[in-house]
C-alpha cells in the first residue's frame, strides 16, 4: 500500500494546496504506508513498477508476515512427511501408495506430498 503524505491511506493524489486546481498543482510524494520509502516525483499511485518492486522487499509489508507463516508451515509438513526434495516427496509418495494401512491417513499423507510438490515445482518454475 502507498499513500501521499498528508493524505489519507486510500486516496493517493495529488495534492491541491488549498484552492488550486489540481491539474495545474505539483504531485506529492507518494511514499509507503508500512516504511515511509519515498518514491521520485512524478511516480503514479497504483500499478507501477516501482511500487510492485517496493512492495516484494518491504520488510514493514504484511506480506513478509505472511510469508514467513507459509514457510514455517511449509518446512513443518516437510518435517512430518520426512521428504522435502521432488525426489524423496516423490519416493514418498510411491512407498505410502504401496504400503497397507489406513485408507483416509495415506490420503491425507498423499495431499500433503502434493502440496509440497506444488511448492517445489513453484520454485523451480515461478
Avoid at 45 to 59: G, M, N, P, W
Avoid at 83 to 105: F, Q, S, V
Amino acid at each position: 500500500m502507498n499513500k501521499t503524505k498528508s493524505k489519507p491511506e486510500t486516496a493517493p493524489q495529488q495534492e491541491t494546496g488549498g484552492d488550486c486546481p489540481s491539474a495545474t498543482c505539483s504531485p506529492s510524494v507518494v511514499t509507503c504506508v508500512y516504511c515511509g520509502h519515498e518514491y521520485p516525483d512524478g511516480t503514479p499511485t497504483a500499478k507501477h513498477d516501482l511500487l510492485t518492486s517496493h512492495i516484494k522487499v518491504c520488510e514493514k509489508h504484511p506480506m513478509r508476515e505472511a510469508e514467513s507463516r507459509i514457510e514455517r508451515l511449509r518446512k513443518a509438513l516437510s518435517e512430518l512427511i520426512g521428504a522435502e526434495t521432488k525426489e524423496e516427496l516423490e519416493a514418498m509418495e510411491a512407498a505410502m501408495r504401496m504400503m497397507p494401512g489406513i485408507e483416509a491417513d495415506k490420503i491425507a499423507g498423499i495431499n500433503a506430498i502434493h502440496a509440497l510438490l506444488s511448492e517445489v515445482n513453484d520454485k523451480i518454475h515461478p
